[in-house]
């Protein structure tokens, strides 16, 4: 009916007639079940390009009185739920992205004044009768328009968060709109004509002293999705017909984009964890065949090196050893749901989680880099940014794999030396472990050739680092063995020794094994290379 007010279905029908369509409807059910009752307000952050907004036009075209969507949704899942009907288009729906008014105020206007006079006008071409001239603000034409016809509202605000987010330095602004958003979900009337409360945003609600708004609010989050797990992504089991349909294989899809860990609130109470997809990246893969980073091209690396570029102690740490494959404890606790009040590199590591430029296990309380696709944006932000050094590193990368693949075991020395001591400037610790970092670092762009596994189980032992060449990849595995105040000679011996190349025996043709030894008291290092069939 309206643009903001009793909206159509027609934006969830163009995304379910794509070509690429996961259903999420059973959704709904779990929002049905929470109708008019005090857990009915659900505040759901998601990081960008993972389909806030297709939920939003799902949830419009559900429960909107301004459309009829049985058919629409009859053949999907929430069909089956034995209260379909009950609540399918029975209310009225208010539904705007607060973004789109913060980006189109114009030098000094209000954002919150530019909202409201829009919405309010809306209301009164929808609703002349309930909704007059007298009318000042949208709150109350809710009211209004509620005592009408005794039918509540179903209100949806995506980006709620972006005038604290991106207007976080006028404090008068930030407390003014919260103190308008009250009129939606904080008075006594609210509690009258408030079926369900929906707000979407990049962070979880920051709390203010003083102004409650929002508490009122379950969080549902990158960190903790709770029973809303199944929604944020899309599962293996999901993008498979799609796969199968494009030719495409689950492993380079796995490798590229998957890595993000959801901890799922089952309905027996028990917990039980789900891997995730990007929504947007999927999509994208599948539509141009073509596996590549889509996050990267959306200038998403420039926004990650204001982050990663901080000052914070340890952070370049913390950084270096999630690029090198470690997993690295964050304490999630102390952020304060802004992107201002930074208290060290935990801060910093959790706002990348939410924004999902980190995936996070909850088991183990550790972030790391999920997968390829973030990894390129990682490289990316790198080489644009402040870290000359690393930068450096990794433009070389290239030329120390080659020098090996040739067998130039002083080349690879060399590099090695001048990884390490640029990369244990930063690193926290310095013994045998910052040297294997270092030297996964060295070789960072062997990832494109290769799968590299640290501690490899093979023989009587764990090999160091294995380079294990990916399908169809004409490049010779490596095992490489690190020695700290022995030779390089040594490393080779202990090889095969404990037959570390039985394990890597499968993949046929070469095999490089690759001896590296560190001097402490000398500060020297040598490498010796020796290729086998």
Avoid at 191 to 211: H, M, N, R, S, V
Wanted: glycine share 6%; hydrophobic share 35%; with cysteine.
């Amino acid at each position: 009916m309206g643009m903001y007010v009793d909206p159509g279905n027609e934006s969830f029908r163009s995304d379910i007639e794509s070509d690429i369509y996961i259903d999420k409807t059973e959704m709904l059910t779990i929002l049905n079940n929470n109708i008019g009752k005090s857990r009915r307000y659900f505040a759901v952050s998601r990081a960008r390009r993972f389909g806030k907004s297709m939920v939003a036009d799902m949830i419009d075209a559900y429960y909107s009185v301004g459309c009829d969507s049985k058919e629409m949704f009859s053949k999907f899942k929430i069909a089956d739920d034995p209260d379909f009907e009950i609540h399918l288009n029975k209310y009225h729906v208010l539904h705007f992205d607060m973004a789109t008014f913060l980006n189109a105020a114009k030098n000094d206007e209000n954002p919150i004044e530019l909202m409201n006079d829009t919405i309010l006008k809306d209301f009164r071409e929808t609703y002349p009768k309930a909704v007059g001239d007298d009318i000042r603000n949208v709150p109350k034409a809710v009211e209004e328009v509620w005592k009408s016809d005794g039918r509540q509202f179903v209100i949806i605000i995506d980006e709620w968060e972006c005038v604290v987010r991106d207007a976080k330095t006028d404090t008068k602004l930030i407390m003014d709109y919260l103190k308008y958003l009250r009129g939606f979900f904080k008075t006594e009337e609210s509690k009258k004509f408030l079926a369900l409360g929906y707000i979407t945003g990049i962070l979880p609600i920051k709390k203010f002293d003083g102004e409650s708004a929002m508490n009122n609010f379950i969080e549902y989050t990158m960190i903790s999705p709770k029973n809303l797990a199944p929604y944020f992504g899309f599962t293996d089991s999901e993008i498979v017909p799609y796969l199968h349909d494009n030719g495409m294989t689950l492993d380079d899809i796995k490798r590229w984009y998957d890595g993000y860990i959801m901890e799922t609130l089952n309905a027996d109470k028990s917990f039980s964890y789900v891997h995730m997809y990007n929504p947007n990246s999927i999509v994208d893969a599948i539509t141009f065949n073509k596996i590549e980073s889509y996050w990267k091209n959306t200038g998403a690396f420039r926004y990650l090196n204001d982050y990663i570029g901080r000052n914070e102690d340890g952070l370049k740490d913390a950084v270096i050893r999630m690029l090198a494959g470690e997993d690295y404890p964050v304490d999630v606790d102390t952020f304060q749901n802004d992107l201002t009040s930074y208290t060290g590199k935990d801060d910093v590591l959790t706002a990348l989680i939410h924004m999902g430029y980190l995936g996070y296990d909850v088991r183990t309380g550790k972030a790391f880099i999920p997968n390829e696709e973030v990894r390129e944006v990682f490289n990316s932000a790198i080489k644009v940014g402040d870290w000359k050094d690393i930068s450096d590193a990794l433009r070389n990368s290239d030329s120390i794999l080659e020098a090996t693949w040739n067998e130039d075991g002083e080349r690879v020395a060399n590099a090695i030396a001048k990884s390490h001591q640029d990369y244990t400037s930063i690193l926290e610790y310095h013994d045998e472990n910052s040297l294997a970092l270092a030297i996964m670092m060295t070789y960072y762009t062997a990832r494109k050739h290769y799968v590299i596994v640290r501690e490899l189980p093979s023989g009587k032992g764990f090999a160091d680092i294995a380079f294990i060449p990916k399908i169809n990849s004409d490049k010779p595995a490596m095992i490489v063995e690190l020695k700290w105040n022995k030779d390089a000679d040594t490393a080779i011996d202990q090889i095969h020794a404990k037959n570390y190349a039985g394990k890597l025996a499968e993949y046929g043709g070469e095999l490089l094994l690759v001896g590296i030894n560190y001097d402490k008291d000398k500060k020297e290092y040598s490498c010796k290379i020796e290729k086998i069939n």
